[in-house]
């Protein structure tokens, strides 16, 4: 199983263990990993589990498409990196993944 | 083909058209009227909060429901969360413009605002505020939010029946406004009287009783902001509204009927909504006693029950789209330019998504799924400082009041819009 790390914004290291076909921000919420509030449901369309990949991941992980680059589009606190996470699907290639977690979800 | 026609077809096979269809006055019981013939966008239904129960058969027998002759024209009805979530979520057939709600804009009074238009010029337009109401900017005013809701609710007097609307939510939501566009305090309910013209159905008896009533009002309110416009455009340091949208590289140089229409757009936004949550927080919990006992019980759900609250109450009912070409939804063609109403008020009770919906259960699983502040990128922009006002609202009241009485029945709003209330009967026992 895949494993990630979430860094929340005090610095605090959240190592969990994901489900290949769940999505980052499923596997956030079944962990209960802070900063992750996904009002939705996972469909893209609240941005409320904005995630920073961090650097050296990005090209794996790819950049925003569709709906969610319309949505990060009006988002105050995008920047390189960002991605909602309910829009990354869990893979065995993503094991080892680093995403940060905003102080705030808009 | 028209919209008309798609009327035609739908009407196609219907028995005879009830008694009440000739009048389109809808009867309050929604098994009194034939199907095709529901229009649940007539103000006497929500007033009388018969709404729901058209909710309810609509999102049974008909969820993607056409009406052929609304007050407005005809339009679709959408009453299940999850296609009222696709619909909001696909902005690039279902456009925001020219207006939010059913009834187009007035030639006369051609007022744009950003939650009327589609990307980009919405983005642009929403970046230059959305940061004064965003999550950094509420950690510095939560301090004055929390000392203004005490204020209030000291001075609150005791042992009489007064008006919880006038006195704590509008009260609040107002000085609120009024902090947030820098609004001269002593004239701040000038923003409550903007903001109830600007929703108000021009009618007799209503708050207007003609359009030109309507834009005259709404002509002072612009004039008001223009002065104020003048004064602060050259100030670089001012963090109010009316300071950003005047520096802001997207909206310095909008014309004055579209800074009027963001204006109206900013103080709707912050008051009929928020306002409405706090009076109807209050309607629900002594509508359910044992929700507040749960909660006196246990302060630590207030977060909770401020998005349940929300989720009951959806103090705006609806957004209105409108197709920008054919597409299908549900079984159904909807024809480029057709109306469509999103009926988030519907949505937020929808038992596929909500057990038990039409009841406040304070400690709700999933409360922060509701719908009220709308999905996609028109998602309410005031989301967290509505969230706060009500949260700081609420641990407050609960260590200074151990009782409060409800006196009498809330008067409702007259609109299909705004599901808000203009009296709450309260006493508070000495």
Not at chain 2, 145 to 156: K, P, Q, T
Not at chain 2, 324 to 342: C, P, S, Y
Not at chain 2, 372 to 394: D, K, P, T, Y
């Amino acid at each position: 199983m895949p494993k990630i790390t979430f860094i929340t914004s005090d610095g605090a290291e959240h190592e969990v263990e994901a489900q290949v076909g769940q999505s980052v921000m499923e596997a956030a919420i079944d962990h209960g990993v802070p900063g992750i509030d996904a009002d939705c449901g996972g469909c893209c369309s609240c941005a409320t589990c904005h995630v920073f990949v961090d650097e050296k991941w990005r090209a794996e992980v790819g950049e925003p498409v569709d709906m969610e680059a319309d949505m990060l589009e009006v988002h105050d606190d995008r920047r390189p990196g960002s991605r909602l996470s309910c829009q990354i699907p869990v893979r065995d290639e993503l094991d080892g993944l680093v995403v940060r977690v905003p102080e705030f979800q808009m | 083909m028209t919209t008309a026609d798609v009327g035609d077809t739908q009407a196609q096979g219907a028995p005879d058209a009830p008694p009440g269809f000739a009048e389109r006055v809808m009867p309050l019981d929604p098994y009194q009227v034939e199907l095709e013939a529901i229009d649940v966008a007539q103000p006497h239904l929500f007033q009388a909060r018969q709404q729901y129960a058209y909710f309810e058969r609509l999102r049974k027998e008909a969820p993607v429901h056409y009406s052929p002759s609304g007050e407005f024209g005809p339009y679709w009805s959408i009453t299940r969360y999850e296609d009222i979530q696709y619909v909001d979520t696909h902005h690039h057939v279902f456009s925001s413009e020219p207006a939010i709600v059913l009834q187009d804009p007035q030639e006369e009074l051609p007022m744009e605002m950003f939650i009327a238009m589609d990307p980009p010029k919405h983005d642009r337009q929403r970046k230059e505020v959305s940061p004064v109401v965003g999550p950094r900017n509420l950690a510095v005013l939560q301090h004055t939010i929390r000392e203004r809701v005490c204020n209030i609710l000291d001075s609150l007097p005791r042992n009489e029946t007064f008006n919880w609307v006038d006195l704590v939510s509008i009260e609040l939501t107002t000085q609120m406004l009024a902090t947030l566009f820098d609004f001269p305090f002593e004239d701040r309910r000038k923003l409550t009287w903007w903001s109830d013209v600007a929703t108000a159905r021009v009618e007799p008896g209503g708050l207007c009783e003609t359009d030109e009533e309507r834009r005259e009002i709404l002509r002072e309110c612009l004039t008001y902001f223009m002065g104020l416009w003048e004064q602060r455009k050259d100030n670089e340091d001012g963090n109010d509204l009316i300071s950003m949208l005047a520096r802001g590289e997207s909206t310095r140089d909008m014309p004055p009927m579209e800074f009027l229409g963001n204006l109206i757009l900013l103080i709707v936004g912050g008051n009929d909504t928020t306002r409405n949550s706090i009076s109807g927080g209050l309607v629900a919990l002594d509508e359910f006693p044992d929700e507040m006992a749960k909660l006196r019980a246990n302060p630590e759900l207030i977060p909770n029950m401020v998005s349940e609250i929300i989720r009951w109450q959806t103090p705006l009912a609806y957004m209105r789209r409108r197709a920008n070409q054919d597409t299908t939804l549900g079984g159904h063609t909807i024809r480029e330019g057709d109306k469509v109403a999103m009926w988030y008020a519907s949505g937020n009770r929808d038992p596929e998504i909500f057990a038990d919906a039409d009841r406040l259960l304070i400690d709700r699983d999933n409360a922060r799924r509701h719908m009220s502040f709308g999905f996609g990128v028109h998602r309410c922009m005031g989301n967290r400082l509505a969230e706060m006002q009500l949260r700081i609202l609420w641990e407050e009241i609960l260590p200074r009041f151990p009782k409060i009485e409800i006196m009498g029945d809330p008067v409702r709003v007259r609109s299909t819009f705004v599901q808000g209330y203009t009296e709450l009967p309260v006493r508070l026992p000495a």
